[in-house]
């Protein structure tokens, strides 16, 4: 029979539990605003009675305690038809009553006669649903975290109460998290690196894993000019509040003995910041971009030439070198979907960019090592050319097979010598 059973219950209140509601109980009734443990609660701020659990939606009808929880009844024909299991059913509910009651109505049924049939349950208060579903200790975590801000810092209490149990998985760490938020709010933009902040138990890991919460809470608290909203989610943490931040770095390699950077003989393997990049002074007239650290390696000389190690999608490492707009610039990724993507993303910075290695005749001609691609990009890539742009239809139209991809490092390196040979011929 599919009636309400002690599980069912407890079910019910464990969702409002995961929904947050009854977190947020537990903060009402803590900050005061409850009427106390044996009285008619509010949950949500909403006077509403008789709330049926499993109808209502989160923030769409309050839930109070005394707190009507759903109720899959026998009907009258069951009633008739099972008494004996109806008598069994009942039996187990009340020998599990000890955080919920149970309501009875009289009620006369044909064959039965008068009988006193279940028509409700009721959790009267907060407490009782905290024992019901094992949240006692949790609750009183949470106390502990409101008191703990609201005497450190009251401002981010909004956040508490929206995001109880993010806070509770934060625990171990919330007063450390505090402490950052309180610290910068003294100190707004300081222009250090994570790594200076001299803090109790503070350090660049704690917050380089928590930016994402820091975020939060920072931008809660933080006044609009200590925040530069230019720059927004983990990566742009540091700019954003005014930190300092690791620098962004290029590496080429040279591939014209010619214009060596260096006196030493050997490779010219170069690493060096993206300020530094974009103020070199050099006179190579074409440049290439692989994503494949393999090929960028093994890259044949050429004159006046050098290569680039790419990062797959972002370019910010590159955007400012504007001398790289006035190269020939070739761009070498993956003959599948997400290949063409950073191609277009790549052209928002340098729109002359130019596709090297990235057409219908080498997809085909390496038949033999195709590959999968397991996510394929699916959106509309405005800055293609049409060429590119059907290539890119057919692969993710699935033209030639199920989700293909041809990757850069399993083209031959003599198709590579010759398409570059050709290259050099065109000048």
């Given at each position: 029979?599919?009636?309400?059973?002690?599980?069912?219950?407890?079910?019910?209140?464990?969702?409002?539990?995961?929904?947050?509601?009854?977190?947020?109980?537990?903060?009402?009734?803590?900050?005061?605003?409850?009427?106390?443990?044996?009285?008619?609660?509010?949950?949500?701020?909403?006077?509403?009675?008789?709330?049926?659990?499993?109808?209502?939606?989160?923030?769409?009808?309050?839930?109070?305690?005394?707190?009507?929880?759903?109720?899959?009844?026998?009907?009258?024909?069951?009633?008739?038809?099972?008494?004996?299991?109806?008598?069994?059913?009942?039996?187990?509910?009340?020998?599990?009553?000890?955080?919920?009651?149970?309501?009875?109505?009289?009620?006369?049924?044909?064959?039965?006669?008068?009988?006193?049939?279940?028509?409700?349950?009721?959790?009267?208060?907060?407490?009782?649903?905290?024992?019901?579903?094992?949240?006692?200790?949790?609750?009183?975590?949470?106390?502990?975290?409101?008191?703990?801000?609201?005497?450190?810092?009251?401002?981010?209490?909004?956040?508490?109460?929206?995001?109880?149990?993010?806070?509770?998985?934060?625990?171990?760490?919330?007063?450390?998290?505090?402490?950052?938020?309180?610290?910068?709010?003294?100190?707004?933009?300081?222009?250090?690196?994570?790594?200076?902040?001299?803090?109790?138990?503070?350090?660049?890991?704690?917050?380089?894993?928590?930016?994402?919460?820091?975020?939060?809470?920072?931008?809660?608290?933080?006044?609009?000019?200590a925040i530069d909203d230019r720059f927004r989610g983990g990566r742009g943490f540091c700019p954003r509040y005014g930190f300092l931040d690791k620098p962004l770095r290029v590496r080429f390699r040279v591939l014209d003995p010619q214009l060596r950077l260096f006196a030493a003989a050997?490779?010219?393997?170069?690493?060096?910041?993206?300020?530094?990049?974009?103020?070199?002074?050099?006179?190579?007239?074409?440049?290439?971009?692989?994503?494949?650290?393999?090929?960028?390696?093994?890259?044949?000389?050429?004159?006046?030439?050098?290569?680039?190690?790419?990062?797959?999608?972002?370019?910010?490492?590159?955007?400012?070198?504007?001398?790289?707009?006035?190269?020939?610039?070739?761009?070498?990724?993956?003959?599948?979907?997400?290949?063409?993507?950073?191609?277009?993303?790549?052209?928002?910075?340098?729109?002359?960019?130019?596709?090297?290695?990235?057409?219908?005749?080498?997809?085909?001609?390496?038949?033999?090592?195709?590959?999968?691609?397991?996510?394929?990009?699916?959106?509309?890539?405005?800055?293609?050319?049409?060429?590119?742009?059907?290539?890119?239809?057919?692969?993710?139209?699935?033209?030639?097979?199920?989700?293909?991809?041809?990757?850069?490092?399993?083209?031959?390196?003599?198709?590579?010598?010759?398409?570059?040979?050709?290259?050099?011929?065109?000048?």
């Open positions: 029979m599919n009636w309400t059973t002690p599980d069912d219950i407890r079910r019910q209140l464990l969702r409002l539990w995961e929904r947050g509601v009854l977190p947020q109980a537990v903060l009402r009734e803590g900050d005061g605003d409850g009427e106390g443990a044996g009285g008619k609660q509010d949950v949500m701020g909403v006077a509403e009675s008789d709330v049926s659990a499993g109808e209502a939606g989160t923030g769409a009808i309050g839930y109070q305690f005394p707190l009507r929880l759903t109720l899959k009844a026998p009907s009258s024909a069951e009633l008739s038809e099972h008494f004996g299991d109806v008598r069994d059913w009942l039996a187990r509910l009340s020998a599990s009553a000890q955080h919920y009651r149970l309501e009875f109505r009289r009620v006369r049924l044909r064959q039965l006669g008068e009988n006193d049939v279940l028509s409700a349950i009721w959790v009267d208060r907060l407490d009782q649903a905290l024992a019901l579903i094992g949240k006692k200790k949790d609750a009183q975590q949470l106390l502990e975290l409101s008191r703990l801000t609201r005497e450190r810092l009251p401002a981010l209490l909004p956040w508490l109460r929206r995001k109880p149990l993010a806070a509770l998985a934060l625990a171990d760490d919330w007063p450390r998290l505090l402490a950052i938020v309180n610290w910068l709010a003294g100190h707004p933009r300081p222009s250090i690196y994570l790594r200076q902040i001299d803090l109790p138990g503070v350090h660049s890991k704690l917050i380089e894993r928590h930016r994402g919460v820091l975020l939060e809470l920072l931008d809660s608290v933080l006044p609009a000019d050997g490779d010219q393997d170069i690493t060096v910041t993206q300020e530094a990049f974009a103020s070199l002074q050099l006179s190579a007239t074409r440049v290439f971009i692989t994503e494949n650290e393999v090929n960028f390696l093994a890259f044949p000389a050429l004159p006046s030439s050098l290569v680039i190690f790419g990062a797959g999608y972002g370019f910010e490492n590159l955007a400012p070198a504007a001398w790289l707009g006035q190269r020939a610039l070739y761009y070498w990724g993956d003959i599948d979907t997400h290949g063409f993507a950073i191609l277009n993303q790549l052209r928002e910075h340098f729109p002359a960019a130019v596709s090297f290695l990235m057409d219908t005749q080498t997809f085909l001609a390496h038949r033999a090592l195709w590959g999968r691609e397991e996510l394929p990009e699916r959106g509309d890539l405005q800055r293609l050319t049409p060429d590119e742009a059907r290539l890119y239809a057919q692969l993710r139209d699935n033209t030639w097979g199920e989700q293909l991809r041809l990757e850069q490092e399993r083209i031959g390196y003599e198709f590579l010598r010759e398409v570059l040979q050709a290259l050099l011929q065109r000048g």
